[in-house]
């Protein structure tokens, strides 16, 4: 049985941030600027995307949530709200050593994750594993491992 789930990159997002800032690091995003509703300074905009230092110096009012990155920076003197949807979001990272991720293609509303069956966990007896290769169409269980 198959259930929807939102979206977990605006989760991932936060906790990435999170990571990275507690670390004493320099969060950075890189955002598709050509994604709908996207509202970012047009001139810095490069190859159809845009990097931005999000730290706590370099940006006032962050808020990371299920609908939206918002915050305002300043750019050229001129402070400028910067709005971005999760899914435009294409990386996190720390500047200083490029530690991070990176967002790929969204599969049912979930960032990253496989849509294929988890795998089956081997036990350590032949007639588990056969039986694991010829039933890959069964309802997947855990078995405990000592």
Known sequence: ???TMTSSKPYLLRAMYDWIVDNDLTPYVAIDASFPNVS???DFIQDGHIVLNISPDAVRGLHIDTEKLLFTARFSGEAQQIF????AIMTIYAQENGRGMLFG???NGDAGAASAEPPVVKSGTDDDSVASQTSTKSKPELKVVK
Do not use: F, H, I, R
Request: glycine share 0%; proline share 23%; hydrophobic share 30%.
């Open 1 to 3: 049985m198959m259930t």
């Open 40 to 42: 970012v300074p047009d």
């Open 84 to 87: 971005a949807p999760p899914e």
């Open 105 to 107: 293609e969204e599969d």
